[in-house]
């Protein structure tokens, strides 16, 4: 391999720029040159390319987003549009890939390694809901975002003595939600694993409350219900004045946690050295302390193994 592309897809998440940056100098390292694709399957297909060299990546390890940037475009599901695309890569000899994103990501990266592109994938979302690694880049900073904020709420929540409801992202996939609201001390999370039941929150805040509780916080991830109905519904069942605050795009941004910028140079590594060693067709992910590589196809049609169900039930022992 003489010359790796990469590119960032998909939501932007923390800490990819610091895997962009990882994979630049491990494959320099090696004497392999690089070149950086701006704006993911579109500047692939747009050719939006650009040299990246040592310096190229200079002071990128600190800053949030990133700056090749992304995109998501859907054309590049047929197959036509990917061929145009791979012209692009061949006109530049460019003869392997490196794509940073989630599993929409990996699927475009599976269309092309069955045209017969060398591609690894790094997971990097920060809803952390692909199979293959136990954390997906972004997911600790994320979570760090979550928890400041929520102390941020708290503060305002316990001064008014309401009930504060802070709606977090995840998509369908419930680590945020727990993981940020065990952090922030949340005193109920709302997980898409779990049936919600809203007569048990209402019923456990009212007993809270009769017996000396004078606010409480709860952490809600997204598509489940609508935040500020509930709010409303909460306050005229149980009488106690509730909040509702939808945290957006904040938690996405922001300089990357420490975890966050060693798993992504970890993975941006151990890509490149797949890539050296002839490994395709897989995206890269940690268990535990280990790194694994996992094939495409099991990545995008396995669940993502999770541990929710037991951080909710550790919830419950410790909260409401
Ligand atoms: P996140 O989890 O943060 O949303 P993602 O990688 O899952 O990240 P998507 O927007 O789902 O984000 O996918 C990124 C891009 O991958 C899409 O915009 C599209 O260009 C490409 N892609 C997704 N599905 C396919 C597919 N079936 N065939 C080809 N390309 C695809």
């Known amino acids: 391999?003489?010359?790796?592309?990469?590119?960032?897809?998909?939501?932007?998440?923390?800490?990819?720029?610091?895997?962009?940056r990882s994979v630049v100098r491990a494959a320099i390292n090696e004497g392999i040159s690089v070149s950086g694709i701006r704006d993911g399957f579109l500047g692939m297909h747009q050719d939006r390319i650009i040299d990246l060299d040592r310096a190229g990546v200079n002071d990128i390890i600190t800053r949030g987003g990133t700056f090749l940037g992304t995109a998501r475009f859907t054309a590049f599901k047929e197959e036509s549009v990917r061929r145009e695309a791979i012209e692009n890569l061949k006109k530049r000899n460019i003869d392997a890939l490196v794509l940073i994103g989630g599993d929409g990501t990996y699927t475009g990266a599976l269309r092309l390694h069955e045209m017969g592109v060398r591609c690894i994938g790094i997971p990097a979302t920060i809803d952390n809901d692909v199979h293959g690694t136990g954390f997906s880049i972004?997911?600790?900073?994320?979570?760090?975002?979550?928890?400041?904020?929520?102390d941020r709420l708290r503060d305002t929540s316990s001064s008014h003595h309401r009930v504060t409801i802070?709606?977090?992202?995840?998509?369908?996939?419930?680590?945020?939600?727990?993981?940020?609201?065990?952090?922030?001390g949340a005193d109920y999370i709302i997980a898409p694993e779990e049936p919600f039941v809203k007569e048990d929150l209402f019923s456990k805040i009212a007993q809270a409350f009769a017996s000396g509780k004078r606010h409480a916080l709860i952490c809600l991830c997204e598509n489940i219900v609508n935040a500020d109905a509930l709010a409303s519904e909460l306050e005229a069942t149980t009488?106690?004045?509730?909040?509702a605050t939808v945290l957006g795009h904040i938690q996405r941004g922001g300089s990357p946690t420490a975890y966050d910028r060693v798993l992504a140079s970890r993975l941006g590594d151990y890509a490149v050295r797949l890539l050296i060693d002839g490994v395709?067709?897989?995206?890269?992910?940690i268990d535990g302390t280990t790194l694994i590589a996992t094939d495409f196809e099991e990545a995008i049609n396995n669940p993502k193994h999770s541990h929710v169900n037991e951080y909710i039930s550790l919830s419950n022992k410790i909260s409401l």
């Open 239 to 243: 009488g106690i004045e509730c909040r």
């Open 1 to 20: 391999i003489k010359r790796i592309g990469v590119l960032t897809s998909g939501g932007d998440a923390p800490g990819m720029n610091a895997a962009v």
């Open 166 to 184: 802070m709606e977090v992202m995840g998509r369908h996939c419930g680590d945020l939600a727990v993981v940020g609201g065990i952090a922030g």
């Open 138 to 150: 972004g997911f600790d900073t994320a979570v760090n975002n979550i928890m400041q904020n929520m």
């Open 280 to 285: 395709y067709g897989k995206c890269v992910g």
